[in-house]
């Protein structure tokens, strides 16, 4: 096939620019800034919401994944307010509460908050994909969730949101309470709000408490038996009165007579992933898009991270590392091989441009990253070829991971890995010679939770892969990966 030549590029890049703008794309300025801030921006978490903007997956300079709310100030004394109890939010330490890294001030009345991401599913999601929870399992809820809430309320914050949707059930089985923006921003959620706060008044320590309680209703669903607990323990948590109501630390004290708290069982990728549908159902403000946005939009954040001199794109691409994507197996045999390149894999693959732009190879890594997932997650041995150099390390690593699925009857789904960063390093010593214009590039990576499903329907899940850097060796001729190297 002809070469990717420096006029293919520009005018691949230009049809991308000539397609309608992305609705999800912040205002420039806005997105200036934030880079400025030292922080990279991926894709939204959601939908925006009557004046409020959806929150969104990022980096920040520290290199922690966060996820960065975007809020606009109010334009009058009710600023310094708000800015007063964000800086009081910042200096909570508590394990059941997302902590607050940093509050930045933007342009035009606006902050960024950045708060740590929290590993897991949030309760919603759990909830519509079990239907309830067990009584172990609610009386952890009231254990952790009441007490976070009276951490913030001994500070004198309210929550002003607690539901299933700002509960995070982490992976270790326990629960942490995030968006803590309620009292400020939000009325609180339907279905959980006390009502006061639906008639429009402010939250209180008293609003958290009632919505607690509604939210633990929620989680007795199918069972007889934790209903009536909660019968028991929650009436006055449910007062129309907010005087009549327990503190939170009070009604916290009460989860040993639900039951022994427990940890709080994900269900596994499959059941999780109906869950969140059922779940966005309920919630249709919160509906959560694919973390694949259309090219037009990666490209816009690829040139704008590339300004913080390193690349970093958070939730956007899947770059998959030939080697370790479905775990250890014939793949990562194959792919450690000798790092020396072989003679009986040459290409005639003509020469990188060299006045191509330093983000080239970003685009080029994003495009070979859509058709490598695709190709993965069909099974399709044929397109999986097309994005490896023939006779290279990486296509018989890739030919050995299809052999393995195809000889334990399983077929993949979830393969999302994200790319933290790219940068373009030396290639290694005599890889000209065998791969003529050849290019290399470090990424950092990490990988979530994957499934297998096999022959029989049984779904498996394949564990989340902590970050990790790996080499990727390019040859143009059309771009292909020839080798996957450690760092």
């Not at 809020?71 to 910042?90: C, I, M, N, Q, V």
């Not at 279905?191 to 706060?197: D, F, I, L, N, T």
């Not at 732009?357 to 399709?380: F, G, Q, T």
């Not at 290399?440 to 029989?456: E, K, L």
């Amino acid at each position: 096939m002809e070469a990717m030549g420096t006029n293919q590029y520009h005018h691949r890049r230009s049809r991308s620019e000539s397609q309608p703008e992305d609705p999800d794309a912040l205002a420039p300025e806005l997105l200036d800034a934030l880079i400025r801030a030292g922080l990279a921006v991926g894709a939204p978490l959601g939908a925006d919401a009557p004046g409020r903007r959806a929150p969104r997956r990022g980096l920040d300079a520290a290199g922690r994944d966060v996820v960065i709310h975007l809020l606009d100030l109010p334009g009058d004394a009710a600023a310094g307010r708000t800015l007063s109890r964000l800086g009081e939010l910042k200096a909570l330490t508590h394990p059941g509460i997302a902590p607050v890294r940093d509050v930045i001030l933007l342009p035009d009345g606006c902050a960024a908050v950045t708060v740590d991401l929290v590993a897991g599913a949030d309760l919603a999601v759990v909830l519509g994909a079990r239907g309830g929870l067990t009584r172990a399992e609610a009386a952890r809820v009231l254990d952790d969730v009441g007490s976070a809430l009276a951490h913030l309320h001994a500070h004198g914050l309210p929550h002003g949101d607690v539901s299933p949707a700002n509960v995070m059930v982490t992976t270790e089985g326990g629960l942490v309470l995030i968006d803590l923006f309620g009292g400020i921003l939000e009325s609180g959620t339907d279905s959980c709000a006390a009502p006061e706060r639906r008639g429009g008044g402010p939250a209180t320590p008293a609003s958290d408490v009632y919505a607690l309680a509604a939210l633990l209703r929620e989680c007795a669903s199918g069972s007889a038996l934790l209903r009536t607990r909660l019968d028991r323990i929650l009436p006055d948590a449910l007062a129309t009165d907010p005087q009549q109501r327990p503190s939170a630390r009070a009604l916290a004290a009460r989860a040993p007579e639900i039951a022994k708290p427990g940890r709080v069982v994900l269900s596994d990728g499959a059941r999780l992933a109906a869950g969140a549908l059922r779940a966005a159902v309920a919630r249709p403000t919160r509906v959560v898009p694919s973390r694949r946005r259309p090219r037009s939009s990666r490209r816009h954040l690829t040139a704008s991270a590339a300004r913080l001199g390193g690349v970093a794109l958070i939730g956007i691409v899947g770059v998959t590392a030939v080697m370790g994507i479905l775990g250890a197996g014939p793949a990562a045999q194959v792919a450690s091989m000798s790092a020396e390149p072989t003679a009986a894999a040459p290409t005639t693959s003509a020469q990188a441009p060299e006045d191509a732009a330093p983000e080239s190879l970003l685009d080029v890594v994003v495009e070979l990253a859509d058709r490598r997932d695709a190709a993965l997650s069909a099974a399709d041995a044929a397109a999986l070829a097309e994005t490896t150099v023939p006779g290279s390390p990486a296509a018989l690593a890739d030919t050995a991971v299809l052999d393995a699925l195809a000889a334990a009857g399983e077929s993949v789904d979830g393969l999302d890995t994200s790319v933290l960063s790219v940068v373009e390093v030396a290639l290694p010593e005599g890889y000209e010679q065998t791969w003529p214009g050849a290019r290399a590039v470090r990424i950092r990576q990490s990988q979530p939770a994957s499934t297998r499903t096999g022959a029989d329907g049984t779904v498996r899940t394949v564990p989340a892969q902590a970050a990790r850097e790996v080499v990727l060796v390019l040859v143009p001729g059309p771009w292909r990966v020839a080798e996957v190297r450690e760092a």
